[in-house]
């Protein structure tokens, strides 16, 4: 939200903490963030988001949701391109640089298309640990570790 600054459109935050753009009907759906979900309809899918009456903005009503940023004059969408780099933009600092391929959670044990680069195993001739983004938090990262493991990382070798 502090990337988008006044570049933001009307924004739902759930009970969770869970934030929600509105963005232009297809305009997000090539979209590959890690922790970022496009919620749209497909032929075998449908998403329901709950939206809150306009006057809720504050996270104090029944369930908690409630607008972040109120919806009003020249207030609905925000840009794509602009939610885009301000994600992407948090999504690097937050998790550090992006790894292609599916890898196991070193913490859940279960596959994941986001992995985060979290260490390495084994020393020097180890591979690279991989978390899902919902459990890289929980590791600290030394960055020139990682960069070492993001190095030999990238041939294929994972935990």
């Known amino acids: 939200m502090g990337l988008l600054g006044d570049d933001t459109g009307a924004v739902i935050q759930d009970s969770y903490g869970t934030l929600y753009w509105f963005v232009a009907i297809g305009s997000a759906a090539g979209w590959h963030l890690r ?3 496009v919620l749209c309809e497909l ?3 449908v998403t329901y988001l709950g939206v809150p009456p306009a006057d ?3 996270p104090t009503h029944r369930g ?3 607008w972040r940023v109120p919806l009003g004059p020249n207030r609905y969408l925000t840009d ?3 939610l885009w780099e301000a994600l992407a933009a948090a999504d690097h600092a937050e998790l550090g640089p992006r790894v292609e391929g599916r890898q196991l959670c ?3 044990q279960l596959p994941t298309d986001e992995p985060v680069l979290v260490g390495t195993e084994g020393g020097s001739l180890g591979g690279a640990v991989y978390a899902c983004p ?3 938090p929980e590791y600290q990262r030394d ?5 070492v493991a993001l190095r030999r990382g990238c041939d294929g070798a994972g935990a």
């Open 35 to 37: 922790g970022t979900r």
């Open 43 to 45: 032929i075998d899918e």
């Open 56 to 58: 809720w903005t504050e």
């Open 64 to 66: 908690r949701t409630h």
């Open 80 to 82: 794509t391109r602009h």
């Open 106 to 108: 070193v913490r859940c």
């Open 134 to 136: 919902r459990h890289a």
């Open 143 to 147: 960055a020139v570790a990682l960069m």
